[in-house]
């Protein structure tokens, strides 16, 4: 249930007051393999600590005396409203958590009018996933060595009325995860990579000691060979707007901007690949500097909260992409969870936004944060969704 009733019932059921507090429900349902290859991150887990904790070295500078009656959060992404600036990033196999999948979690951002970015390794077809969304959509793409699966992908979301590419850059092989190395992952038999026939499939569920079967497949078909000259490739293949996730200079994102990458994701893949990457948070504002007004920079990583999402959009950010989070939703309570989770997100935006003074996006600035605390600093509050 995603409608009002959703919203009664919820008072019974004891919900979370913050979206944090769901990692601990989905922790507590889920098998420990399956939370590990949600929580974890590569290597050392820098990345994924310093990502989170990048947003806690500022702090804010309220201004008084606004009127903030009314907060304004609707806004456009690449040209289309969305109700709010904070989008659902693309990530593998919903099914990993709650049966229904993508297709609830699409359900649910449609109820609040958020932006979802779909997986290539979604466990609903992307045609499934199109037919239950009632707001904007975007497609993430990986890039093959066989260029006619990617091909077939492209064709497939212009049909189903997608309307942007994201191309995932930073994943030319898949990192070393090293919890997912200790427990053998593998897919449960009923997770299934749905955009693909069963060739593609082959592999995925035979979990071995020592191994990822997602890293074996990612190795097997992921084209490490592609380079900007191909994106030329990608672009004559079609007229939706692509936009490149994972890029955390001002070089690759002047590069990207000249040509004609409509967005940006700054991005670590959510800390997942490459360990003591820069954070995206402290990445964002070369990239931001680097590329034309027209070029849209979202950021993602480690968002856990509204006053989060007032930083990175003060930094430069058109909106945020939240991960991990959603997922927690999705597996507490399906689709109401994952409204939920964008509901609390939006109602702390909007707070944030009354306590600062700012009742417009175009009115959050550099100004408004102060830089204080140093690396390392890690409250305990982050604890729970990494342990
Ligand atoms: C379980 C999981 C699966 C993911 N799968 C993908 C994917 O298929 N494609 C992709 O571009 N990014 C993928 N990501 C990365 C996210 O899009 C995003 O960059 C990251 O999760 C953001 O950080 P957060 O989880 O701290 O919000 C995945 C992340 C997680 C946690
Ligand atoms: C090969 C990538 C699989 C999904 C993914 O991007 C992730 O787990 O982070």
Redesign the pocket.
């Known amino acids: 249930m995603t409608g009002r009733a959703g919203h009664a019932d919820r008072g019974e059921r004891e919900v979370p007051p913050s979206p944090r507090e769901y990692a601990a429900v989905a922790r507590a349902k889920l098998d420990r393999a399956v939370w590990d290859?949600?929580a974890g991150g590569s290597g050392d887990e820098v990345t994924l600590r310093e990502?989170r904790a990048a947003y806690d070295r500022y702090r804010l500078r309220p201004r008084v005396l606004v009127d903030v009656s009314h907060c304004e959060l609707s806004t456009t992404l690449l040209g289309r409203p969305v109700a709010l600036p904070v989008g659902i990033?693309?990530?593998?196999y919903h099914r990993l958590v709650h049966a229904d999948g993508e297709t609830a979690t699409v359900r649910a951002a449609g109820a609040v009018g958020a932006l979802t970015i779909t997986?290539?390794?979604a466990s609903k077809t992307l045609e499934e996933t199109a037919r239950a969304a009632t707001g904007p959509l975007w497609l993430?793409v990986y890039v093959f060595h066989d260029r006619k699966v990617t091909e077939s992908l492209v064709r497939r979301a212009e049909a189903a009325g997608y309307r942007a590419l994201v191309i995932?850059v930073d994943t030319p092989r898949m990192a070393r995860r090293e919890r997912d190395l200790r427990n053998g992952f593998g897919l449960p038999p009923h997770v299934r990579p749905a955009n693909f026939d069963d060739g593609h499939r082959a592999g995925l569920h035979r979990a071995r000691a020592g191994g990822s079967t997602l890293a074996d497949h990612a190795e097997r078909h992921h084209d490490a060979a592609f380079t900007w000259e191909d994106l030329a490739w990608l672009r004559s293949l079609t007229s939706l707007p692509l936009v490149l996730?994972g890029v955390l200079t001002a070089q690759d994102a002047r590069r990207a901007a000249e040509l004609g990458v409509a967005g940006l994701v700054v991005?670590t893949?959510?800390g997942?690949q490459l360990d003591g990457a820069i954070p995206a948070l402290d990445a964002l504002p070369e990239v931001v500097e680097a590329v034309p007004d027209e070029c849209e920079v979202l950021v993602?990583?480690?968002?856990r909260r509204g006053t989060d999402v007032l930083k990175a959009l003060a930094l430069g950010a058109r909106a945020v992409?939240?991960?991990?989070?959603v997922?927690w939703g999705l597996a507490a309570d399906g689709a109401d969870g994952v409204e939920r989770v964008l509901d609390t997100l939006r109602a702390e935006l909007a707070e944030a936004m009354a306590l600062t003074g700012r009742p417009r996006l175009d009115t959050i600035a550099r100004d408004l944060l102060h830089r204080s605390a140093p690396f390392p600093y890690h409250p305990a509050s982050n604890d729970k969704e990494m342990a």
Do not use: C, E, N, W
């Open positions: 290859y949600i990502d990033a693309p990530m593998a997986s290539t390794f993430q995932t996730k991005s893949h959510g997942r993602d990583g480690g968002i992409l939240v991960g991990r989070p997922l």
